[in-house]
C-alpha cells in the first residue's frame, strides 16, 4: 500500500487518507452504538428480574411452600428453594467425585494416549447434550422403570451433565499444576496416588473448588432435566421414602415452579415466579463472584 | 505412617524406590494400582455415560424409526392425532431460530470483543468482560421470563407493525405467512432471546482468541499508518478466524439445543413450515418438552424420542465441528482457545 | 487413623454438599410434618408397610380445566384431613398418559374415555366437577361480556376464514363496540387438552358446516398459535394484544379478563356464569351413561344454558396395590363430593350433585379393589 501510496500526487494521498479515516470513525461509531445497545440489553434483563423480583422477596417468600389457591395470596418458595438444594446436592455427590476421578485420569494417566483423547472429545461432545435429552434419557432409565417420579431421577439427570464439566474442568486445573511439582513428589518416593491427592491437588485447591461450585450453580439452574424427573410439588419434601419423600415422589424444584408460574395467568403467581427468578440470579452471581474473589488463580470458563 | 515414607532412610547406592517399596510391604503394591483402576474407570465412565445415552435413545426410538422409516423426515406435520409424525415443521423451525439467533448475535459478539481489545481502557475492559462472562451463566428460565413479559408485548405491538409499515415488511422471509399471529409468539421472538443466551459465550471466547493476536503484529500495522479499523479486519480478525468461528460454533450448539426459553416464545405451531421469520413455529427441543409428558401412544413416545436423537445427532455433529476448528486453532496460535 | 490425603482433599466441597442436602432434607422433614417413611413407593407394587389412613400424599396429574379447583380442594383438605394432595396440570392427555403408566394415583381429563378404552387399561372412570369453556379477547376497549359472537364466528375465526376483528359478520353482531381493523391473533392449546375436545365438539356441533377440523384432545389446527395448559392460553391472552382464546371459566374470572357473551342452542344471548353452567348439567343423564360415565355437555337446550359445557372426570387405577393409600384417596374425592360445594362455588364450577354422587359411590367404587376385595367403604 505504501508503494501505491508514493506513486500518488499529494491531494490524493490526503484524500485516501481522509476516506480511511472516515470509514474508521464511522465503524468506530457503529461499533460503540452496537456494544452499547448489546450490552444494556443483557443489563436491562438482569436488572428486569431485580426490579420485578424484589417485590417478591419477603418472609413469606422465605419461608412458606408454594401455593395452590389461585383465590387466596398466600404462599412462598420456601419448599422450592430447599428441593432444587437437596436435588442439586444430591446430584453433586454422584457426580464431583467421579468427575474427579475422572479428571485425574485424564491429566495424569491417560494424557495423550489414544483412549484419553477420545474420553476427552466424548466428554466435549456430552457436554454439548441438550439438557432436555438428559431428561428423557434420565425419565427412561430411572421413572419409567420405577413407576414414579422422584427428586432422585432428577439428581441423575443433573449429575449426568456435571459429570463432563466437573471432568474437564479437573483435567485442566490440574494440567496447569507445573511439573516440577510433580516430579518432586515422586522423587521422594510417595506414591503416585498420593502425590496426586495429596501434593497436586492441594496446590490446585482453588481452581478445583472453583469449577466444583460453578458446575454446582450452572445445573441448580436447569429445568428441562427435571420436567419428566422431578416434575414439582406444593409441599415440603417428607423424609426419604415415600410418596413425599426425596426418593419416592415428585419433589418441588426452583426452576420447574418458576417454569410453571410464569406461565400462569395469576398476577401473585408471577411475582413469585419473578421473585424465584432474582433469587436464582443472586445465587448464580453471588457464587461466581464470590469464587473469583476467594480464588483468583482459580480458572475461569 | 506418611512421615515414615517421606523420611525413609537415606542409603546412598541403594535406589529409593527399592527400600521403601521393601519397607512398606505390601500396601504400596495395591495403593497405586487401585488408584489407576479407579480413576481410569472414572474416566471411562464419561464414554460409558454417552454409549449409555446413545444406546437408551436409539432403543426406545427404534419402533418408531422401523415403523415410521423417513417419513419422520420428508413429512411437515407433527400431529399424533392424525398419525402423523413429521419433524420438517420443527427442524425448520429449529434452524430458523437459530441463524436469526446467529444474525443478531455473531455480529453483536464481535463488535464487543473488538470493542474491549482494542478500543477501551483495560480495566475497563476487565470489568465488561467479567460481567459478560457472569452472564453466560444465568439460567434459560430467566430468559424465557423476560422474554413473555417484556419482549413479546414489545415486539407485537411496537415492532412488527412498525416494520410492515416500511419496505423491508415486504421481504420475503419477512413478510407475514398465512400463520401469521401478530409475531409476538414467533421464530423471530424465540430467536432474539437465543441471541441474547448465546452472546455472552461468543463473546468471551472471541475475547480471548483476539488477546492472543500477537501485539507485535498489531504495532506493526500502527506503525504503518493504518486505522484501527484496518488493524482490526486486516489483521485481527484475519489471525483469529478459526477461533471465531469455533466460539460461533460453540454458541450454534447451544443455540439448537434451548428449550425453556424457546418453548414460551416460539408459538408451538407444529403443523406447518413457517413462511417468515415472525411465523410461529417450533423447535425440536420445545416439541419434546411441551408434548413428552402427554404421549400414549406407543409410536408417538418413540417418535418423540426419535426426534430426541436427531436433536442429539446435530448437536454432536456440530461439537465435533468445534471441536477441530479449535484443535486447529490451538495449533496454529500455540496456545489455547 | 491415618487421615488420607484424598479425604482430605475432598473433605471442603464433598463436606459442603453432604451439609447442604443433610440440612435440605432435614428442613423437609421438619416442615414436612408427619413423616411418611412407611409408605410404597409405587401405586401398582408392592406395600412394605402398612399405612396410616390419612397420612401421605395423594399424587394427581392431568387436566388444567380443573386445576384451579383440585389445588384448592387440595389445600382445603389438608386443612381438614392432614392428608396431601399433589395436583399437577399438565394437561388431560398427560393425565391419561400418567395413570396408563401407573406414576401417578389419579389421572384427570375433561375428555371422558370410552368404555373399550377404560377396560383395555383397567381403569375406572367418574365426573368431579362440572365447568365451563369460554372465549376470552385482549382488546382494548371492549369490557367483559360486551362482544357478542354467534357459534359460526367462533369457527370462522378457528378456521382462519374470519381473520379482522372489524369483519363486517362481527361488526353486525357488536354496533356501538370498537372493533380495531388489526388481524384477530389465534390462540389454542398446544397439549393434548380436554378443553379443546370440549372445545371442539361443540364447535362440531354447533358450526358443523364451517368447523371441519375435527373434535378431539388434539386437532391439525388451522390456525393460531399455542400455548401449554388453561394457564398458557390465558397467558398468551394476556400478553398478546388482538388476541383470541378459549379458557376454563375460572382462569377468566380470576385474571379479570374480557369475555364474551355465545349466542346457544336456542338462540339467547348468554354471559358465562355459574346458573349457565348448571342449566347446560341439569341435561345430564348421568345414569344412563353407567358404566363409563361418558358425557357431553355442549350445546344443550335451554334458555340459560352456557353452550360450552362440559365435565372433568376422574381416571383410577381398578386394582389397586395398596389398600391404605387407594382408601386415602376414596376419602378425599368423598370429601370433595360431601363438603367441596363451598370451594367450588367460590371458583365458579358447578358441583357433582349429591344423587349423581350416590351412583359413583354405589356403582363405581364398589368395582375399585385390592386384591379382589373392595377398598370402598
Known sequence: ?301 | MSTVELEAPHNPGVPRGAAQAAARGHRLRLGDPIFRVVATACGLALAVAMFGLAGVLIYNSWPAISGLGTSVLTTVAWSPVNHQYGALAALAGTFLSTLVAMVIAVPLALVIALLLVELVHPAVARVVGTAIEMLAAIPSIIFGMVGIFVIVPFIQDKLVPWLLTTPLGGLPGIKPGPQFQGGGVSIFTGGVVLAFMVLPYITAVSRDVLKMVPQVTKEAGYGMGSTTWEVMHKISLRYANSGIVGAVFIGLGRALGETMAVAFLIGSLFTALPRSIFDPGTSIASLIALTFSEATDKIQVSALVELGLILFLITVVFQIIAQIWLRRVQRSTGGRA | MKKSARSRRLMPPVAAVLATAAVALAAAGCGGGAADAGAPAVPGGPSLTPVPMTAGTILGAGASFPAPLYMKWGSDYKGVAGAKLNYQSIGSGGGISAIEAKTVDFGASDAPLEQTDLEANGLVQFPMVVGGVVLVVNLNGVADGQLKLTPDLVAGIYMGTVTTWNDPAIAKLNPGVKLPSTKINVVHRSDGSGTTWIFTHYLTDAAGSIWTAGADKEIAWPVGVGGKGNEGVAASVQQLSGSIGYVEYAFAKQTGMTTAQLQNKDGQWVKPSIASFNAAAANADWKGSLPSMYMVLVNQAGAETWPITGASFILVQKDQADAGRAKAMLDFFDWCYAKGADGAAALDYVPIPANVYKLVEKQVWPTITVSGTPVWP
Not at chain 1, 491437588?201 to 419428566?228: N, Q, S, Y
Request: with cysteine; aromatic share 8%; hydrophobic share 55%.
Open chain 1, 1 to 301: 500500500m505504501s508503494a501505491v501510496a508514493k506513486v500518488r500526487t499529494a491531494p490524493a494521498r490526503r484524500r485516501s487518507i481522509a476516506r480511511r479515516k472516515a470509514t474508521d470513525l464511522v465503524i468506530k461509531v457503529l461499533s460503540w452504538i452496537g456494544a452499547t445497545c448489546g450490552i444494556a440489553v443483557m443489563a436491562f434483563i438482569v436488572g428486569e428480574v431485580v426490579v420485578r423480583g424484589a417485590g417478591a422477596l419477603n418472609v413469606a417468600f422465605f419461608t412458606q411452600p408454594t401455593p395452590q389457591d389461585v383465590t387466596s395470596n398466600a404462599g412462598g418458595f420456601a419448599n422450592a428453594i430447599v428441593g432444587t438444594l437437596a436435588i442439586t446436592g444430591v446430584a453433586a455427590l454422584i457426580a464431583i467425585p467421579m468427575g474427579f476421578l475422572g479428571g485425574v485420569y485424564l491429566a495424569e494417566f491417560g494424557r495423550n494416549g489414544r483412549i484419553a483423547t477420545a474420553v476427552r472429545m466424548i466428554a466435549n461432545v456430552v457436554m454439548g447434550v441438550p439438557s432436555i435429552i438428559v431428561g428423557v434419557f434420565a425419565f427412561a432409565i430411572i421413572v419409567k422403570p420405577l413407576q414414579h417420579y422422584s427428586g432422585f431421577a432428577g439428581s441423575v439427570a443433573l449429575a449426568f451433565i456435571m459429570l463432563p464439566l466437573i471432568a474437564r474442568t479437573t483435567e485442566d486445573i490440574l494440567n496447569l499444576v507445573p511439573n516440577e511439582i510433580r516430579e518432586s513428589g515422586l522423587a521422594m518416593g510417595a506414591p503416585r496416588w498420593k502425590v496426586t491427592l495429596g501434593v497436586i491437588c492441594k496446590a490446585a485447591r482453588g481452581g478445583l473448588i472453583t469449577g466444583a461450585t460453578l458446575a454446582i450453580v450452572r445445573v441448580a439452574g436447569e429445568t428441562a432435566p427435571l420436567l419428566f424427573t422431578a416434575l414439582s410439588s406444593p409441599y415440603w419434601m417428607t423424609g426419604l421414602f415415600g410418596p413425599g419423600g426425596f426418593f419416592g415422589g415428585p419433589v418441588a424444584n426452583l426452576t420447574k415452579t418458576i417454569y410453571d408460574f410464569s406461565g400462569s395467568p395469576y398476577p401473585h403467581w408471577q411475582e413469585l415466579a419473578w421473585g424465584g427468578a432474582l433469587v436464582i440470579i443472586i445465587a448464580v452471581l453471588g457464587m461466581n463472584i464470590l469464587v473469583r474473589l476467594l480464588f483468583q488463580r482459580g480458572k475461569e470458563w
